[in-house]
């Protein structure tokens, strides 16, 4: 590898820790994507306006701020030409406080959260705790507004029960949801001791007095005082000016390159936020230049659908007409001939980007044993033959072409007979849609797990991939003959 090329893949991991310490939630890692989009020069469109597109241009717009899409059109783009897309998702498995999350027991009180996805729970256990999310607040006597929000510092706990008060643990630790996994804000009467405290400092004014009312008549029925007021400390705005909010519980240690060799990374949301920065400098840096979108006859785009945990099945997941409306509105930029969209369905190709499974030294017996995807192999190609995933022959031998091209490692998997298989956007966007599409995803360990892990390596992997796909993809496509 040159030292360039090494040079640039260190750049793509300490920007990767960057963008997964800055994205505690799928509302943060948009509003991260917006922001590193618009420095690189893309332009943001609504949904809500008529589109102006021109050849040789970058675009992106979001919906909700969960989901997020970003194009660039080729300079020699006609309508009813493809779209060469990676879709990633921008969620991962957390505890999302519940609209009513005041719950107060034993002297303490907790917030109530729900389970969003399929977390390992028990990973949630005895970690240091803090919320983040988005807020509408009252801007004004008639308008609102919607602002993201982040506690900084620990906050909350859930703590583990001492194995004194429950001797069988060891025989199988069982975990009731909804009874054991409440976090702790505060004790009772530290929480009482501070309203004396706060009760005791100036004199009410007749307005503090209403707001104070207001307060009490209605957010504090819901959720504690003491958390409102932390996050109004850190919007810098007063508790009754907060009229809803969607929050959810995250880990406040930062994500970091480890291991004795520095070959690892341990974060949190590695599922999925890893593709998705991936893709999204691979498109940025594929399209960094007039020169580079020349030649280009297609277009090339990301996207980043939330709610991916949880089936897809919203109005900004990709089971949503989100992908349908972006292919079209482009090709309608373009043409009044309603055919043309058809076609450029047909001639568009997705790389469903979502994380793999590699192979566990202390659970080997959990893989297929000619598909043990291992670190530091590269991207992984999914295979199922009940399309779990959607990758068939022809798919699997366009990506796996690309890497060839450039030296790229590629591993496969197959999950065992005797187990059932996850899925992806994959499927959902090629049979919603009717993309051909190819599964991959870089391998990692402790799925799913507050905490989980990957390799320094195939990130840098990932983004060669990724950016080679962008630049190649039109080419190689126009050389394979199928349906003929």
């Not at 300079?75 to 921008?90: E, L, Q, S």
């Not at 909010?245 to 004795?260: H, I, K, N, R, W």
């Not at 992908?323 to 568009?348: C, E, V």
């Not at 091209?405 to 007979?417: A, C, T």
């Given at each position: ?34 922001k ?6 893309f ?11 021109e ?16 194009f ?19 969620d ?42 988005r ?35 060891h ?24 309203k ?8 009410d ?56 060799m520095?070959?690892f ?39 980043l ?17 989100v ?29 469903s ?22 670190l ?28 060839a ?13 005797d ?15 009717g ?19 990957s ?30």
């Open positions: 590898m040159a030292k360039e090329e090494q040079l640039e893949g260190s750049d793509v991991v300490s920007d990767l820790i960057s963008y997964l310490n800055s994205s505690p939630t799928a509302f943060h890692a948009v509003d991260e994507a917006k590193i989009l618009k420095k690189a020069g332009v943001q469109v609504s949904e809500r306006d008529n589109w102006n597109l050849e040789g241009k970058r675009y992106f717009f979001t919906r909700n701020y969960s989901t997020i899409v970003a660039a059109i080729g300079k020699k783009y006609v309508p009813g030409n493809g779209c060469y897309i990676i879709g990633a998702h921008t991962s498995p957390c505890l999302k406080l519940k609209p009513i999350s005041k719950v107060t027991k034993g002297g303490y009180l907790e917030v109530g959260v729900q389970t969003y996805g399929g977390g390992l729970w028990h990973t949630w256990f005895d970690r240091d705790l803090t919320v983040a999310g807020v509408i607040m009252r801007e004004g006597k008639d308008a609102y507004s919607h602002r993201l929000v982040r506690i900084e510092e620990p906050i909350m706990r859930i703590p583990n029960l001492a194995i004194h008060l429950d001797r069988s643990v025989d199988g630790f069982k975990l009731n949801t909804h009874n054991h996994l409440v976090p702790i804000l505060a004790t009772a009467i530290k929480a009482e001791l501070n004396v405290v706060a009760g005791n400092g100036p004199v004014s007749e307005d503090d007095k209403e707001k104070s009312n207001k307060i009490t008549n209605t957010d504090d029925s819901r959720h504690h005082s003491i958390l409102l007021q932390l996050l109004a400390t850190q919007l810098g705005c007063e508790p009754d000016d907060i009229s809803d909010f969607e929050l959810q519980a995250c880990d406040t240690q930062p994500s970091t390159v480890a291991g004795a520095k070959e990374i341990f974060s949190g949301r590695l599922d999925n936020l890893c593709m998705s920065f991936c893709s999204l400098k691979a498109l940025i840096d594929a399209t960094a230049s007039e020169s580079t979108l020349e030649d280009e006859t297609g277009v090339r785009m990301v996207a659908f939330d709610h991916e945990e949880i089936g897809s099945n919203s109005a900004q997941g990709a089971g949503s007409p992908m349908f409306d972006a292919l079209s509105r482009i090709t309608n930029s373009f043409t009044s001939d309603p055919k043309l969209l058809q076609i450029a369905i047909q001639r568009s190709f997705l790389v980007a979502d994380m793999a499974h590699a192979l566990h030294p202390n659970y080997m017996e959990k893989h297929e044993e000619n598909h043990q995807p291992k530091h192999g590269g991207l992984v190609i999914k295979h199922n033959a009940n399309q779990r995933y959607a990758t068939n022959a022809i798919t699997s031998f366009i990506f796996r072409e690309i890497a091209n450039h030296n790229l490692p590629v591993q496969d998997f197959v999950i065992r007979n187990m059932p298989c996850g899925s992806t956007i994959g499927p959902i966007l090629a049979s919603g849609v993309i051909r599409t190819v599964d991959v995803g870089a391998p990692q360990l402790s799925m799913h797990s507050i905490r989980e892990m390799a320094v390596d195939d990130v840098k992997h990932s983004y060669e991939h990724f950016k080679a796909y962008f630049r190649e993809i039109s080419q190689l496509d126009a050389k394979i003959t199928v349906d003929v």
